[in-house]
């Protein structure tokens, strides 16, 4: 394998030596949430009982994986077919992303042990109840939609065509499961209209967690393309990103649009105080997460660049990730009349499971056929899949004309 | 019946031999927090000139009820909110959402489990009054049927307007409480919040959550439906360009 071969590892110790850190922290945090319990480990409190790994392991981590409904609904859907070769890593980002949501609830949850109550004990009228139902069904259509990727590998044609037969009806399951779900993480915090700030508390919260995971998504779509191109010396195939980042800036702008109107409508940005806390955080989520990008996508020769993208992009998944933040921890924090920040555990388990994230995906790149090649034309490569991608750079520009080539059909159905 | 504990904040002495009750039918550490906690289920507070109880407000429609995933919670037809540490999964959604910050966590602890007030169910279920309300030497907590215990707090701020402010907190409050409160000072200086709204907060949530199932129908003929026509299109381009393939090849022979 020519993948594997020394000359990339040096490069990449740096981060290698990150990521032991992170492992090596995340380790001693887990450690002591499991033994001394959650009032040791966070800085959690009656007063404030969700924090970090509510506002971002979950919140952040389910809409940062939306990109996989997204992709698979345009590709098998819309039937456009030639975002085909941006399905593998799309379905391996949200596999991982639900993964990590559901590993970093075991450690919020105070009876993890207990998380199978939900599957028997049914309360229909708790959002809880509904989101922990759609994560986990959404995991299993995920896993399925995976394990061609790994059914490839092994040369296991049956159960391969088995999945390729499903594939329209689970593709429409895990978008109806996603728009449920995406939109009920909003709805967890319509119960608390008189604690969570005006200018984040909406009856259109679900509405907004939905558009706004639609754009995180497709912005995590580039965000992850740009670092394989890093980590993997692949090129952007700027030629399917581009039509994303143009997909954005309508999603982004409807959903602008949305906040806006009904913080206007609702009076509440006669509230917007500046320099105040809340005020402050709005205007950043909003300037720099919503309306800087929306301008830098929104022209073509900025959008058209790499540098240009990849920027717009970051600063959507910025602003997500500031909005997600601003809902479960600025928001809250007044109401609630203590101030949270996490505390170095909190962080670290965070960020263990993030790198782990990272691990495994690095993994499956190596092991798995999940770039183009062993998509487009599984059967025409004499060799296995998995051999053929590291010697061709999937995001190649030489591999994009045959990727995009009209009437070429996704392996994967 | 449906119980209902009425405490009338002007009668309160700050005596705390509610608390100590508390403590002791419940087996709770004799310490007594100055807030409510997992060890603490009831406290009284001195606010300016008067003293309030804290306790969970036993709602007619409560929220903690309607959050939790694996119904943990319950309201029994008399009166009380009950909690099945049993069933509790530990993600304090209860915590975050109650209107009234009343279930508190055991942060203490490894397995940690979700504490508050319970309204004694055994003392009501045998006709008693709840602990707190059965040892207050002043009749400031008293307990009864809460269609009473109403019109008994109506009764004392028409026969005494001036002594209180002209409101029982807890009729209207989030769709009612089983603890209703009156008082001299205003419920803003107890520390009570005076901006819920009258309808209970889960309908909040069950407006969105009631619509799952249209969600799941429409959206899935909708997606088909467009998985069809754009599926159909392709096809149909496809067989075209394989006709006009066909057609310029025979010609070429």
């Known amino acids: 394998m020519t993948m594997t071969n020394g000359r990339r590892w040096p490069e990449m110790s740096f981060w290698r030596l990150v990521f032991l850190v992170l492992v090596a922290a995340g380790s001693v945090a887990t450690i002591l949430r499991f033994t001394r319990g959650l009032g040791a480990a966070t800085n959690l409190s009656d007063q404030f009982p969700w924090g970090l790994w509510i506002g971002f392991d979950v919140l952040t981590g389910v809409g940062l994986a939306a990109g996989g409904f997204t992709i698979t609904a345009v590709v098998y859907i819309f039937n456009l077919k030639r975002f085909t070769p941006i399905i593998r890593p799309t379905v391996l980002t949200a596999f991982l992303g639900y993964l990590f949501v559901i590993f970093g609830l075991m450690y919020d949850l105070g009876q993890p042990h207990r998380i199978w109550h939900a599957l028997v004990m049914w309360n229909p009228r708790s959002v809880m109840f509904e989101v922990a139902w759609c994560v986990m069904l959404y995991t299993t259509v995920l896993s399925l939609e995976f394990s061609p990727i790994v059914f490839e590998r092994l040369n296991l044609e049956r159960p391969r065509r088995i999945v390729r037969a499903i594939s329209v009806p689970l593709v429409i399951v895990g978008v109806i499961l996603s728009t449920l779900h995406q939109s009920s993480l909003g709805s967890l915090y319509l119960i608390v209209p008189e604690k969570l700030h005006p200018l984040w508390y909406s009856p259109l919260l679900p509405v907004f967690f939905f558009t706004s995971a639609i754009a995180a998504g497709l912005a995590m779509v580039i965000v992850e393309s740009y670092l394989c191109q890093r980590a993997f010396k692949h090129h952007l195939a700027m030629d399917l990103l581009e039509p994303l980042g143009r997909a954005m800036v309508v999603v982004l702008s409807v959903y602008g649009i949305l906040r806006l109107q009904d913080l206007a409508r609702r009076g509440a940005l006669a509230g917007l105080r500046w320099p105040d806390y809340e005020g402050t955080m709005f205007l950043l989520e909003i300037g720099l997460g919503v309306l800087l990008p929306i301008l830098l996508l929104a022209i073509p020769r900025i959008r058209g660049t790499q540098p240009g993208l990849v920027t717009g992009a970051f600063l959507v998944v910025l602003g997500f990730v500031m909005n997600r933040l601003n809902v479960s921890v600025t928001g809250m924090e007044r109401a609630s009349g203590v101030s949270y920040f996490p505390s170095w555990m909190e962080f670290a388990i965070s960020l263990a499971l993030v790198a782990g994230g990272f691990a495994i995906f690095g993994l499956a790149v190596r092991y798995l056929p999940i770039f183009p090649q062993g998509i487009r034309a599984p059967r025409e490569a004499e060799a296995p899949a998995w051999l053929v991608v590291p010697s061709t750079p999937a995001f190649a520009p030489g591999a994009s004309p045959a990727v995009s080539q009209p009437g070429a059909r996704g392996g994967t159905r | 019946m449906k119980g209902a504990i009425l405490f009338d904040s002007t009668k309160c002495i700050g005596c705390e031999a509610c608390v100590a009750a508390c403590k002791e039918k419940n087996n709770l ?219 310029s090849e025979s010609r070429q022979r």
């Open chain 2, 29 to 247: 550490p004799a310490a007594i927090d100055p807030k409510l906690t997992a060890y603490t289920w009831t406290v009284v507070e001195p606010r300016n000139t008067a003293f309030i109880r804290r306790m969970c407000m036993h709602c007619e429609t409560p929220t903690c009820v309607s959050v939790c995933p694996v119904q943990a919670f319950r309201k029994e037809p008399n009166g009380p909110v009950l909690y099945d540490a049993s069933r509790c999964i530990g993600c304090r959604y209860c915590i975050m959402a109650c209107p009234f910050g009343v279930p508190k966590y055991q942060w203490d602890r490894a397995v940690p489990i979700v504490q508050k007030c319970i309204m004694c169910p055994d003392r009501i279920a045998a006709g008693k009054a709840p602990a707190c309300a059965s040892v207050c030497p002043t009749g400031a907590t008293t307990f009864g049927d809460r269609d009473q215990m109403i019109r008994e707090a109506r009764t004392r701020l028409a026969a005494t307007p001036k002594k209180y402010v002209p409101q029982v907190y807890g009729v209207e409050e989030v769709g009612g409480t089983s603890v209703l409160i009156l008082s001299s000072a205003s419920f803003a200086d107890l520390g009570l919040r005076t901006d819920l709204p009258r309808a209970p907060l889960p309908m909040l949530t069950w407006q969105v959550l009631s619509k799952i199932p249209d969600v799941v129908v429409v959206g899935g003929a909708l997606l088909y439906g467009i998985w069809w026509i754009t599926n159909r299109r392709t096809k149909v381009q496809e067989a075209l360009a394989e006709e006009a393939a066909g057609k």
